[in-house]
């Protein structure tokens, strides 16, 4: 029975960070053009867009329920509205400022805590492995959107993440009310009538309240310590200036 942090999982792990290091280093050395580099974002967008398809149409079969075609959690929709964004958009579009996060946060604790893993005997079950690529691929398509500068974070810009991810409670609440599941307890959307972990605090607002925080931290701390780093080597180099002067 494949575990968190069994062999298996340690194994997948091992393949994906390796990968994923080498085709970025390759795609930074080599994608110099604007055209290279696109192609580089929209096939790995296509191919999380297949990922996210492929898991859903397994979840439908083996729930035999097709209203579970539709992602109903944070990391489902975020797959699937980062891929659609990513092949309609261009560089710098607000959506992706909200998608990249949800993306790269969504994707890291999944890929550590594959709580879903454990659900068959074979870790080639469909569910299990199409959960983990789309994950995988989402948090791989948030860092080569930030390495490559297709997403450029900014303070100006923080906005969008808090506007995304109302959008994405208000799409859980039309879940919940079109399929008339809102007192079904065997069924939630965007985890609106129960914590992400069971028997813990973290309701979707906790949850949301910590992302944002983390996601302005993360924002001031891109933007100044570049600058801090730039002023610390130019108050050196005068300095240093000054001495040969001397």
Same mark, same amino acid.
């Given at each position: 029975m494949p575990? #968190?942090?069994?062999?298996?999982? #340690? /194994?997948? !792990?091992? +393949?994906?960070? /390796?990968?994923? $290091?080498? *085709?970025i280093i390759l795609i930074k050395k080599y994608c110099k053009t604007e055209r290279a580099l696109l192609m580089s974002i929209k096939s790995?967008?296509?191919?999380?867009?297949?990922?996210?398809?492929?898991?859903?149409?397994? #979840?439908v079969i083996s729930n035999e329920d097709c209203f579970m075609l539709l992602p109903n959690t944070f990391?489902? #929709? %975020? *797959?699937?509205?980062?891929a659609v964004c990513a092949l309609a958009f261009g560089r710098d579009n607000p959506t992706l400022h909200c998608l990249i996060y949800c993306g790269f946060v969504g994707g890291l604790i999944t890929m550590i805590y594959p709580d879903f893993i454990s659900q068959n005997q074979s870790f080639f079950y469909p569910n299990t492995i199409s959960g983990l690529l789309h994950h995988s691929v989402s948090l791989y398509l948030s860092v080569l959107m930030l390495i490559t500068g297709w997403v450029k974070p900014a303070l100006n810009k923080w906005k969008y993440f808090p506007i995304g991810m109302a959008f994405m409670m208000v799409y859980g609440v039309l879940l919940l009310s079109i399929s008339g599941r809102m007192t079904d307890d065997g069924y939630d959307?965007?985890? +609106?009538?129960?914590? !992400?972990?069971?028997? %813990?605090?973290? %309701?979707?607002?906790? /949850?949301? $309240?910590?992302?944002? +925080?983390?996601? +302005?931290?993360? !924002? !001031?701390?891109?933007?100044?310590?570049? @600058?801090?780093?730039?002023?610390?080597?130019?108050? @050196?180099?005068?300095?240093?200036?000054?001495? %040969? $002067?001397?």
């Amino acid at each position: 029975m494949p575990e #968190i942090f069994g062999w298996q999982h #340690i /194994v997948y !792990l091992v +393949i994906f960070v /390796v990968l994923s $290091a080498v *085709s970025i280093i390759l795609i930074k050395k080599y994608c110099k053009t604007e055209r290279a580099l696109l192609m580089s974002i929209k096939s790995t967008a296509a191919l999380l867009l297949a990922f996210i398809i492929w898991n859903r149409i397994c #979840i439908v079969i083996s729930n035999e329920d097709c209203f579970m075609l539709l992602p109903n959690t944070f990391c489902g #929709i %975020t *797959s699937f509205a980062f891929a659609v964004c990513a092949l309609a958009f261009g560089r710098d579009n607000p959506t992706l400022h909200c998608l990249i996060y949800c993306g790269f946060v969504g994707g890291l604790i999944t890929m550590i805590y594959p709580d879903f893993i454990s659900q068959n005997q074979s870790f080639f079950y469909p569910n299990t492995i199409s959960g983990l690529l789309h994950h995988s691929v989402s948090l791989y398509l948030s860092v080569l959107m930030l390495i490559t500068g297709w997403v450029k974070p900014a303070l100006n810009k923080w906005k969008y993440f808090p506007i995304g991810m109302a959008f994405m409670m208000v799409y859980g609440v039309l879940l919940l009310s079109i399929s008339g599941r809102m007192t079904d307890d065997g069924y939630d959307a965007m985890y +609106i009538k129960h914590p !992400l972990l069971e028997g %813990t605090p973290l %309701t979707w607002y906790v /949850v949301g $309240a910590l992302m944002l +925080i983390l996601h +302005i931290t993360f !924002l !001031l701390c891109w933007t100044y310590i570049p @600058k801090f780093i730039e002023k610390r080597r130019i108050t @050196k180099a005068a300095d240093n200036y000054t001495d %040969t $002067a001397d």
